[in-house]
């Protein structure tokens, strides 16, 4: 079955330090990966998708096929950033999310 | 009203009660899901709809029961649940199954007394 790992429950930083989030998944396919983001008080919105090539709100993932991973970067973290993120798999049949990583940048 | 809205915001019941979780989307989308997120396990895929046809019942027990009238709306029916199940309930839809991204409804927060 398809898996995605996110190693880290929590990270914490410091604001103006670089984060990466990171995410493996299980696949032998070509996947589709997402980076899901829920603020506080706020519903679970798509952050960026890897197809996209794109940088939302200074972030970046890379899809590493070798290393069947897609780790979220940023290189200087803000307080706003602060949040849960969740990294998904689509195979074409189904979304797979994996347990979420919650971000605390300090001040 | 734009996106995904979902009613009741919160709910409390009591392990004898019938109650319902509405969603309805407003973005054209064919595909609806149910999903459970809690403490203590990851986002849980329930139930998956395409053009009003259930596609997936993860394993869930049938004391949840989904209805899709049509690909704007979704419920989720809720008889003689037990304390474990209170959780957020979150409803997405997509484009299509497993196409595109899932959008997502604000929730539906349950405590079962």
């Known amino acids: 079955a398809q898996r995605v790992t996110q190693p880290e429950k929590l990270l914490s930083v410091f604001k103006g330090a670089p984060v990466e989030l990171k995410c493996n998944y299980s696949?032998?396919?070509?996947?589709?990966l997402f980076w899901y983001v829920q603020y506080s008080r706020q519903r679970l919105q798509l952050l960026l998708r890897?197809?996209s090539r794109e940088s939302i709100k200074g972030f970046t993932a890379d899809l590493n096929k070798g290393e069947t991973s897609f780790h979220l970067k940023k290189p200087f973290a803000q307080e706003e950033d602060s949040a849960m993120y969740y990294c998904a798999l689509n195979d074409g049949q189904n979304f797979v999310f994996g347990p979420g990583t919650r971000l605390s940048v300090l001040p | 009203e734009t996106g995904v809205t979902q009613t009741p915001r919160h709910l409390v019941m009591g392990m004898t009660n019938k109650k319902s979780l509405k969603c309805e989307q407003h973005l054209g989308h064919n595909a609806m899901y149910w999903y459970k997120q809690s403490a203590k396990k990851p986002l849980e895929l329930m139930f998956v709809?395409?053009?009003?046809?259930?596609?997936e019942n993860n394993s869930v027990p049938s004391r949840f029961s989904p209805e899709c009238p049509n690909s704007s709306h979704l419920f989720l029916h809720l008889h003689t649940l037990q304390p474990e199940d209170s959780a957020l309930y979150l409803c997405?839809?997509?484009?299509?199954?497993?196409?595109?991204?899932?959008?997502f409804g604000e929730g539906s927060r349950l405590t079962v007394l």
């Open positions: 696949y032998s396919g070509s996947p589709e």
């Open positions: 997405a839809s997509s484009q299509r199954v497993a196409a595109g991204e899932l959008f």
């Open positions: 709809y395409n053009f009003k046809e259930q596609t």
């Open positions: 890897h197809i």
